[in-house]
């Protein structure tokens, strides 16, 4: 470390983009989700690079920039389409009922299993092991049917979102009585957010549909991490100001009618649109690779053998698929496969836990539950796309050994048809 140089940063920080880009498409192939591959990468290695000394507040800015590129990400891709509603409104139940049935159970868990947990501790601890990762779900399901991908971008999105309203509203409650203001004034919060995310969304888009500069989207990019940075600032639900502007540019003859659609350069507001589109997804795969990379760092070999926390991390594993396989069952049907195994846990839940408030963490929670979580729910969802993958080869193959037959088949002359017609008579 004494001989690094910026120059020994660049080629590292290339080859690491450059090897992501490849476990990407090595994902595709196998369906093996890229960030699993980087983590397991860092940690097998074990080169010995050291962790930065700020890795907690390296890995929560990452962590806020991606996760605001990625809920982004998601939103510029949601239709809200009347057909679309009912399959919309299903997945946010499944996510708000999934989150909230996965915390209570996993703070049983880890209140009996673990010394010094109160009650309180136990939800604020279990909150993000119960919060879906759409940094790993949305670039893995895209080979999935359309309707099942459209499920799991909705799902995973909302259930983000949620998790992070949860875990705040958490941390607030274990403040004192004088400035928590519970449930009442959280609704009222989130009813606040919900107003300025729309004003300041139509704002955003009606001024920026006029700006001529060609380095308006990085401009854009500042605006939304300003909002969200001062949102949080103040105590509102950011994350439903990334979303809520999204869905608003993504579907903006829905939502510009009337006198609102005459102030709207629909030709202008595309060309925003699919610049950020893109510069999202690029934005979304950097920050990404960056933050599981460091997080690899961070990670030691000798925590994948503390069985009583692996023991733990199993119980939590095996709650998480038993409440999620009677969830679907009840709301989708029978066609569970392989949407039942699909809730992996990965950014969120690392990025919550380092913003545990110092005086309530519990130090007998050792982080490689965390770990065991992750990379357990991980590898069940690679599992489960590989046989899905192979299983709907083999349904396609079946059905190309078995040719379509044909007969061969003559037009009745003018005659032939008379005569027919007589003999029926």
């Known amino acids: ?24 498409e090595l994902a595709r192939k196998t369906n093996i989700p890229s ?66 049935l ?34 790993i779900i949305i670039p893995s399901v895209g080979g999935l049917v359309e309707s099942k991908k459209e499920f799991h971008i ?25 400035t928590s203001s519970g449930a009442l004034g959280f609704a009222g919060n989130v009813l ?6 729309f004003v300041a969304s139509y704002l955003i888009v009606l001024i920026f549909q006029n700006i001529r500069s060609n380095v308006k989207l ?42 609102l659609g005459k102030w709207l350069d629909l030709r202008r507001a595309r060309e925003i649109y699919e610049g950020l589109h893109v510069l999202t997804m690029e934005t979304a795969f950097v920050v990404r690779t960056f933050f599981f990379v460091i997080f690899g760092l961070t990670i030691s070999l000798a925590s994948l053998t503390n069985l009583h926390d692996a023991m733990i991390a199993g119980l939590i594993i095996l709650s998480i698929y038993a409440i999620r396989f009677v969830l679907l069952l009840l709301f989708i049907g ?13 950014l969120i839940t690392i990025l919550l836990f380092y913003n545990i408030p110092t005086e309530v963490q519990v130090a007998g929670f050792d982080p490689s539950v965390l770990l065991f979580v992750i990379i357990g729910t991980s590898l069940i969802m690679t599992f489960a796309l590989v ?39």
Do not use: C
């Open 218 to 259: 990085f401009l854009l990019i500042a605006v939304l991490l300003l909002l969200y940075s001062l949102g949080k600032q103040m105590h509102l639900s950011s994350l439903l100001m990334i979303l809520i502007f999204g869905l608003l540019i993504a579907n903006m003859r829905l939502f510009f009618r009337g006198r």
């Open 102 to 135: 996965s915390a209570w159970v996993a703070a049983i868990i880890l209140y009996y299993f673990i010394d010094d947990m109160s009650w309180r501790s136990a939800w604020l601890y279990a909150t993000p092991l119960s919060i879906l990762s759409s940094a």
């Open 1 to 24: 470390m004494e001989h690094l140089n910026a120059y020994y940063l660049i080629i590292a920080a290339s080859g690491i983009i450059i090897l992501s880009y490849f476990f990407g």
């Open 154 to 178: 909705y799902e995973s999105t909302f259930s983000d979102i949620l998790g992070i309203m949860l875990f705040y509203f958490l941390t607030g409650q274990m403040e004192t009585s004088e």
């Open 387 to 425: 046989y899905d993958k192979r299983r709907a080869g083999k349904a396609v193959r079946k059905a190309l050994s078995m040719p379509v037959g044909y007969e061969k088949w003559k037009a009745p002359t003018l005659n032939e048809a008379t005569s027919q017609e007589k003999e029926k008579a």
């Open 192 to 197: 606040l957010t919900i107003v300025i995310s």
């Open 35 to 100: 960030v699993l591959m980087l983590i397991l990468l860092v940690i097998l290695l074990n080169i010995g690079l050291e962790a930065p000394q700020e890795v907690d507040l390296l890995l929560e800015l990452l962590g806020i920039v991606g996760l605001i590129m990625i809920v982004l990400e998601a939103a510029l891709e949601l239709e809200l389409k009347r057909e679309k509603y009912l399959p919309i409104l299903k997945a946010l139940v499944i996510a708000l009922v999934g989150l909230l």
């Open 334 to 346: 029978k066609d569970i496969i392989p949407q039942l195994f699909i809730a992996p846990r990965g």
